[in-house]
Structure formats: C-alpha cells, structure tokens
C-alpha cells in the first residue's frame, strides 16, 4: 500500500486537480502544444505516467473515485466530465514536463466560491493516491508529480 509520507505535498495535488476538475466547465478547452524550438524540457515524469496515454487512463479512474466518494461527489456531479478530465491532463502534463500547456484562469480564480477546505483537498489527495496505485505508477514518480503539484494548494484552499 502507498505511504503518506508526505501529506501536504499528496494534500496539494489532490486539491489542485479535484477543484480544477470541479470548477471545469468554467475553463477553457484545453491547448496542447509543442515545445518551443531549441528550450530543452525534461519529460522523465512525462514518461514515467505513461505519458498522454497513461495519463487519460490515470483520471479515468481518477474521475471515477471522485464521483463514486460521498465526500467529493458534490463537487463534481454537476461537471463536464469530458472537459475536467481534459483539464486534469492537460495540467498533469504540463506539470510532469510533458509537451502540454494549460490555458485559462489560475488555480485561485478557478477556486474561488468553491469553500475548499483541509479536509475537502485531503479527501482528493488520497483518492489521487488511491488511483495512481491502482494504475500502477510507482511511488517514486508519485511524489514527483505531487511534489510539482504541491504549491497549487495555496491558491485553492480557502477557507480555514
């Protein structure tokens, strides 16, 4: 079973990605796009998700979780599923070094009159955790997306 060694950087990403998923029909269509010409960017993380392809598969049964947990269910039973789960991977991609690049408001805009609390970004931290166990993805390159995810949670927790 996965170790919770670090609950705030786990906190930090599941936050980030339940309220983005939550608040996705507010954002715009996700927009890939190449690197730009001669910036080198490492994608070993990228890789080590399976890249684009493991990554869909990683929300597929992330979504899931989300809807199916009475704890997260309010927060997304009324969003495009489509659209957050694009989000969601666009974002994971971006963040793991892959060659995607997020467009739209920022986490705290995204976030705001949502009342997300500890508990709340918790709660999607450990379904996060439950799904990238279930897919697979070792422990090691877990806590390199959440510790690239991590300092999101300051602009999506809002209420103490």
């Known amino acids: 079973m996965f ?6 950087k786990l906190s930090t990403l599941a936050a980030a990605l339940a309220f983005a998923m939550a608040a996705g029909s507010a954002l715009p ?14 994608d070993s993380l990228y890789q080590q998700l399976g890249g684009e392809a493991g990554l869909v598969k990683l929300m597929d049964d992330f979504m899931r979780r ?5 704890r997260m269910q309010p927060f997304f039973k009324d ?9 969601l991977v666009t974002q994971f ?11 739209g408001p920022d986490m705290k805009r995204v976030h705001e009159g949502f009342d997300i609390n500890r508990a709340n970004f918790n709660a999607l931290v450990e379904l996060l955790q439950d799904a ?6 070792a422990f090691s390159a877990q806590n390199k997306l959440l510790a690239q995810l991590a300092p999101m949670h300051r602009d999506i927790i809002n209420v103490k």
């Not at 269509?29 to 080198?40: C, E, L, R, V």
């Not at 989300?66 to 009475?70: M, R, S, T, V």
């Not at 990238?132 to 993805?137: E, F, L, S, V």
């Open 3 to 8: 170790q919770r060694t670090s609950t705030m």
């Open 29 to 42: 269509a996700a927009a890939q796009s190449a690197t730009p010409a001669g910036t080198a960017m490492n």
């Open 66 to 70: 989300l809807l199916a947990d009475p």
């Open 79 to 87: 969003v495009d599923q489509d659209h957050l789960k694009a989000e």
């Open 93 to 103: 991609c971006e963040v793991s070094g892959g060659p995607c690049k997020r467009r």
């Open 132 to 137: 990238m166990n279930a897919q697979g993805i």
